[in-house]
């Protein structure tokens, strides 16, 4: 089990002033020009995806929950997040659907008394310590505990193996490892593949740049 010192150095960087810079950062430029994954085909992602009872983990700035178009008017929104300046920038980006909030530790089982019938985790994986082989099967059991029969899991994450990566990728990506904010150098998307195919069914992956967006079902 990986130590709070291991976990919080990933989401340490989320200050409420990173914050305010972060879709720029992110979604503006790194996820099209580094990445080689637009946001938008993360923003699509959500769209057929997200049910009325719906958890997010890894919430960010709550960009995603903010564009997804819900099933209805008034969903079930739980944000969580162990960086309580992310939940609450989330929190009140999309105050219209008056989310819950949970701050917590995905290596931990969740804790939640309710089930839900999606739960997203986009960006997440790489940004927590550990090579995907040893985390993503944690990570997974313990959402599985919390998703109803058939419910949803999805997301996105960034992979390194034998993923495309221009040369401004591959050195951001080496000073983020070098820094803690990511630890994706053992991940592949080989791992995170196994992984889902373990724990879910009906798992489908498709690869832009060196960004892995996955889809799979409980069971």
């Known amino acids: 089990m990986k130590s709070n010192i291991d976990v919080e150095a990933g989401f340490a960087i989320y200050s409420p ?4 810079l972060y879709d720029l950062v992110v979604h503006g430029a790194s996820n099209r020009f580094l990445w080689r994954c637009p946001t938008e085909k993360l923003v699509e992602l959500h769209t057929p995806n997200v ?4 958890l997010d983990i890894g919430v960010a700035t709550g960009i995603f929950m903010d564009r997804a178009r819900w099933p209805s008017s008034k969903p ?27 701050q917590a ?15 997203s985790l986009c960006y997440l994986l790489h940004c927590l310590p550990g090579a995907m082989k040893d985390k ?17 899991i999805f997301g996105a994450t ?6 495309p990566r221009n040369a401004a990728a591959r050195y951001l990506m080496s000073i983020y490892n070098e820094k803690g904010v990511f630890s ?15 724990r879910f069914s009906d798992v489908r992956l498709e690869r832009y740049g060196c960004a892995v967006l996955f889809e799979a079902q409980n069971t």
């Open 76 to 102: 079930n929104i739980t944000l969580m997040d162990p960086n309580l300046h992310c939940l609450q920038a989330a929190q009140e980006r999309i105050a219209r659907y008056a989310p819950n909030i949970a």
């Open 184 to 198: 994706n150098t053992n991940d592949t998307y080989e791992d995170l593949e196994r992984a889902l195919l373990n």
């Open 136 to 152: 993503a099967p944690v990570v997974f059991e313990n959402i599985a505990g919390v998703m109803e029969c058939e419910a949803k």
């Open 17 to 20: 002033k990173s914050l305010k």
């Open 105 to 119: 530790d995905v290596f931990q089982p969740l804790p939640f008394g309710t089930k839900f019938r999606s739960v």
């Open 158 to 163: 960034l992979v390194q193996g034998d993923a």
């Open 51 to 54: 049910s009325n009872v719906h």
